[in-house]
């Protein structure tokens, strides 16, 4: 074992431990949002009824969509480090931030949707949800219904109430997940941080057993 594969196996773990603690953490609070944000309306949605609904979904994919991340992301670093002069470091942050969330975004879109479908029906289930898009949509339909929706919204804007009215409603659960991203950002980075050192030095003690 190397000091590389030390490095990959912390940032993997961590990653994984701090997501699903921010996610399971915050859970209540995406709920709300994703309500406020319904079509249907929040208290139709389910109001504050059924707060952990789609809570199955998140809890099988949080680990790996934030372990995908941080391993694509230190994975970068190290790559192109070696082959760029110092001031250039901070692109390659940039680069490898952006590679990060291409990477997990594979994982994240598809538990997104079947988590926010269960959250905004509280009598279904995220697996429920799960079979139900697959049957009736397959994976890539979402991604025609979002192109179409943004379309028709761009052509049918007329008017400064009309366009009041879209834009505030763009704003729906704004307090919710600014909440939840300033908490979720101070536990996902001191969870982060606290598992990688431990787990990089419980690594190298258990490599120095074996050497």
């Not at 879109?109 to 949509?137: C, D, G, I």
């Amino acid at each position: 074992m190397t000091h590389e594969s030390g490095y990959f196996v912390s940032a993997l773990l961590a990653g994984g431990a701090a997501g699903t603690s921010v996610d399971l953490a915050l859970f209540p609070l995406d709920t709300v949002k994703t309500r406020l944000q319904s079509a249907k309306g929040f208290w139709k949605a389910g109001g504050f009824s059924g707060i952990y609904s789609g809570v199955g979904a998140v809890a099988l994919g949080s680990a790996p969509i934030a372990a995908l991340f941080f391993v694509t992301y230190e994975g970068v670093k190290y790559l192109a480090k070696p082959r760029v002069s110092p001031q250039w470091e901070p692109v390659v942050h940039m680069i490898a931030a952006s590679a990060g969330e291409v990477g997990a975004c594979l994982l994240r879109v598809p538990v997104e949707v079947v988590k926010q479908r269960a959250q905004a029906n509280r009598q279904s289930s995220s697996l429920n949800e799960f079979k139900h898009t697959l049957k009736t949509e397959g994976i890539l339909e979402h991604c025609d219904q979002g192109n179409t929706l943004l379309l028709h919204s761009v052509s049918t804007l007329g008017g400064i109430k009309g366009m009041v009215v879209k834009i505030s409603r763009l704003y729906s659960g704004l307090l919710p997940r600014m909440l939840w991203i300033s908490i979720g950002g101070a536990i996902f980075l001191g969870v982060f941080d606290k598992a990688r050192k431990t787990v990089y030095t419980l690594y190298n003690k258990y490599d120095e057993k074996i050497s």
